[in-house]
């Protein structure tokens, strides 16, 4: 069974940094993209980027380059999302999800999601 | 502001059919499959339409996607309490070189 476990809720103040991660089993991780999804109730869904475990190569969404880092160790099965000064719009859950097709939008197994609150 | 456009909100009422529209162009809706989520804050979003039309394992017969050009629908028939939720077109877009979310659309059963 391909499962997505992620680390807990995080409470944090600004300026904080913080690493989240995301654990895949029940498939080859090291095979399949791994995107990282924001989501908040003013802007919904949105595509932070993506990774590839087998050779951490990352494609990251313009809106979030250069504001957070993504990372993996395939040999754990572990992909990370890591902030180095949290800001307060940095509140939000956070899902790590498997991107079935890396050339389509399809991405078919979720996490259960990690919230952050910065405050 | 995505690349893609979703009315904000949907309703209707228990057994009404719903549309839920996405607006793309050409180098996203025009040329790529098109998926639709469904979402309900504080769970993991699941995939109910792939490829277009496709549902996925599981998915009710009430749900129906289809793509025309640059926009595409999402439509439930029979509607019911539980399909309260957001719903969210997704497709690959040329200019991004990856995927892109729309807006969602908050459906409520009045």
């Known amino acids: 069974e391909v499962q997505l476990v992620q680390s807990g809720a995080a409470v944090k103040k600004p300026g904080e940094s913080l690493q989240i991660s995301c654990k895949g089993s029940g498939y080859s991780f090291a095979s399949y993209w791994i995107g990282w999804v924001r989501h908040t109730p003013g802007k919904g869904l949105e595509l932070m980027g993506r990774?590839?475990?087998?050779?951490?190569?990352?494609r990251y969404s313009p809106s979030f380059q250069g504001h957070v880092i993504m990372s993996a160790d395939h040999s754990i099965g572990t992909a990370y999302l890591q902030w180095n000064s949290l800001k307060a719009s940095d509140t939000a859950i956070y899902y790590c999800?498997?991107?079935?097709?890396?050339?389509?939008?399809?991405?078919?197994?979720w996490g259960q999601g990690t919230p952050v609150t910065v405050s | 502001q995505s690349a893609l456009t979703q009315p904000p909100s949907a309703s209707g009422t228990p057994g009404q059919r719903v549309t839920i529209s996405c607006s793309g162009s050409y180098s996203n809706i025009g040329r790529h499959f098109v998926y639709w989520y469904q979402h309900v804050p504080g769970t993991a979003p699941k995939v109910l339409i792939s490829r277009n039309s496709d549902r996925v394992s599981g998915v009710p017969d009430r749900f129906s996607g289809s793509k025309s050009g640059t926009s595409a629908s999402l439509a439930i028939n029979g509607l019911r309490s539980g399909d309260e939720a957001d719903y969210y077109c997704a497709v690959w877009d040329d200019t991004l070189s990856g995927p892109v979310f729309g807006g969602g659309t908050t459906l409520t059963v009045l």
């Open positions: 990774i590839y475990p087998g050779d951490s190569e990352t």
């Open positions: 999800a498997r991107h079935w097709d890396s050339t389509s939008s399809w991405f078919d197994y």
